[in-house]
T-cell receptor, first 115, second 109 residues
Framework: SAVISQKPSRDICQRGTSLTIQCQVD?????MFWYRQQPGQSLTLIATANQGSEATYESGFVIDKFPISRPNLTFSTLTVSNMSPEDSSIYLC????????????FGPGTRLTVL | DAKTTQPNSMESNEEEPVHLPCNHSTISGTDYIHWYRQLPSQGPEYVIHGLTSNVNNRMASLAIAEDRKSSTLILHRATLRDAAVYYCILNTGFQKLVFGTGTRLLVSP
């Protein structure tokens, strides 16, 4: 399994500002995923980020609101832009496993509160 | 995405076995059956996955019905630390995971 860290672990932000969340993996992986978990809800995929290509966004998520960078095989960032209170959620990154079958390993998450 | 159906919640006593059911009647031949769990205030944790045969690992066992339309995650001896939300997910491999609402497992001392 991969060891994944995220920064920051939590933050409180003002409406209209932006926050960049970092995800670091201890091994090289091709696919990284960003999820959102709204309060009391299950996880929803925001986008899939492959190194060297544009991120692929799920329905309801757009690049202008959630720009993603993937500069190398161990790192990715997700920016939450022009935040509103509705963006208050836990944001999680995950990576594919190496055993085959599509298992994923998740970071600890970033808890974002927007005032 | 193929859909799974799980009970909203289940209860167990510590040190007893727990059988968590999942129905996936529309599963396709290439879908793997995955189980994840999410402990309070943590990211989801991979538990186990399988395709056709039953699978065992250090965390749990996965029993897959012969027609693959249902499966059961088996925790052999529940501990308080096993209290979590358990998600059953179908995945065709290296694809996005579509999380449902899962089963909240409560474990009593």
């Amino acid at each position: 399994s991969a060891v994944i860290s995220q920064k920051p672990s939590r933050d409180i932000c003002q409406r209209g500002t932006s926050l960049t969340i970092q995800c670091q993996v201890d091994s090289q992986v091709t696919m990284m995923f960003w999820y959102r978990q709204q309060p009391g809800q299950s996880l929803t995929l925001i986008a899939t980020a492959n190194q060297g290509s544009e991120a692929t966004y799920e329905s309801g998520f757009v690049i202008d609101k959630f720009p993603i960078s993937r500069p190398n095989l161990t790192f990715s960032t997700l920016t939450v832009s022009n935040m509103s209170p509705e963006d208050s959620s836990i944001y999680l990154c995950s990576v594919e496993g190496l055993a085959g079958g599509g298992e994923q390993f998740f970071g600890p998450g970033t808890r974002l509160t927007v005032l | 995405d193929a859909k799974t159906t799980q009970p909203n919640s289940m209860e167990s006593n510590e040190e007893e076995p727990v059988h968590l059911p999942c129905n996936h009647s529309t599963i396709s031949g290439t879908d793997y059956i995955h189980w994840y769990r999410q402990l309070p205030s943590q990211g989801p944790e991979y538990v186990i996955h399988g395709l056709t045969s039953n699978v065992n690992n250090r965390m749990a066992s996965l029993a897959i019905a012969e027609d693959r339309k249902s499966s059961t995650l088996i925790l052999h001896r529940a501990t308080l630390r096993d209290a979590a939300v358990y998600y059953c997910i179908l995945n065709t491999g290296f694809q996005k995971l579509v999380f449902g609402t899962g089963t909240r497992l409560l474990v009593s001392p």
